[in-house]
């Protein structure tokens, strides 16, 4: 039987990547091998229900939703949740998966939309990155860098711009909540000309912290 140790599931408006702005299904599954300055799941961490792929099925099933986001903690830490985004998949949904990009993402069913989040320097695991995830990821995927200061910001900037190839996915630049101003991240995106997607926390504008959501 496969199980999947899970801390939340809840619907909410979709804050964030590709499918800002949909109600959306999300499914939290517990654990994390990686611990980020700013994150703001450390609920994630620990403790979490363990719960049969069935029942998460039903549970999206019962979500009135067509968008289901698997998320975490880092979710590609459990080994089913592999089976559980195929099984999303088969089962019509529109799926997209959160992950730090510290763990293999080519094992992904490519069905799923990938949003992948390269840790910069100011996050504190920068040295986790799996730089080898970005040259599996396709027009349906997205990279995210959430970005601290100018610093990280110059950082992310330099690595785009050294790649010899361009990647095929969107690119998103994020700042942290409460760290970094949006307006200052729009300006220099803009005075770079970057072709990157500015993107800010839909959900925290409208419900701030609020853990569910």
Same mark, same amino acid.
């Given at each position: 039987?496969?199980? /999947?140790?899970?801390?939340?599931?809840?619907?909410?408006?979709?804050?964030?990547? @590709?499918?800002?702005?949909?109600?959306?299904?999300?499914?939290?599954?517990?654990?994390?091998?990686?611990?980020? +300055?700013?994150?703001?799941?450390?609920?994630?961490?620990? $403790?979490?229900?363990?719960?049969?792929?069935?029942?998460?099925?039903? *549970? &999206?099933?019962?979500?009135? *939703?067509? %968008?289901?986001?698997?998320?975490?903690?880092?979710? #590609?830490?459990?080994? @089913?949740?592999?089976?559980?985004?195929?099984?999303?998949?088969? &089962? $019509?949904?529109?799926?997209?998966?959160?992950?730090?990009?510290?763990?293999? =993402?080519?094992? *992904?069913?490519?069905? +799923?939309?990938?949003?992948?989040?390269?840790?910069?320097?100011?996050?504190?695991?920068?040295?986790?990155?799996? #730089?080898?995830?970005?040259?599996?990821?396709?027009?349906?995927?997205?990279?995210?860098?959430?970005?601290?200061?100018?610093? @990280?910001?110059?950082?992310?900037?330099?690595?785009?711009?050294?790649?010899?190839?361009?990647?095929?996915?969107? =690119?998103?630049?994020?700042? +942290?909540?409460?760290?970094?101003?949006?307006?200052?991240?729009?300006?220099?995106?803009?005075? @770079?000309?970057?072709? *990157?997607?500015?993107?800010?926390? /839909? %959900?925290?504008?409208?419900? $701030?912290?609020?853990?569910?959501?």
């Amino acid at each position: 039987m496969t199980r /999947l140790k899970v801390t939340e599931t809840f619907v909410s408006i979709q804050g964030e990547a @590709d499918a800002v702005g949909w109600p959306t299904l999300f499914i939290r599954l517990t654990g994390c091998p990686l611990r980020c +300055v700013y994150c703001d799941t450390q609920y994630s961490f620990y $403790g979490g229900e363990w719960q049969t792929l069935e029942t998460l099925l039903d *549970v &999206a099933r019962g979500s009135g *939703v067509r %968008h289901v986001c698997v998320t975490g903690g880092e979710p #590609l830490a459990q080994k @089913d949740c592999l089976g559980l985004l195929s099984s999303l998949c088969d &089962a $019509g949904y529109e799926v997209s998966l959160e992950t730090s990009g510290a763990l293999d =993402v080519a094992r *992904v069913d490519p069905r +799923v939309s990938r949003v992948v989040d390269l840790k910069t320097p100011g996050s504190g695991e920068q040295r986790r990155n799996k #730089l080898e995830n970005l040259d599996v990821l396709g027009e349906r995927d997205q990279l995210k860098f959430v970005l601290c200061s100018r610093a @990280d910001y110059e950082w992310a900037r330099e690595l785009l711009r050294s790649r010899a190839t361009p990647l095929r996915g969107q =690119v998103l630049f994020s700042p +942290v909540w409460g760290q970094l101003e949006p307006r200052l991240l729009a300006e220099w995106i803009l005075e @770079d000309r970057l072709d *990157v997607r500015l993107q800010v926390q /839909l %959900h925290k504008l409208l419900w $701030g912290d609020a853990p569910g959501r």
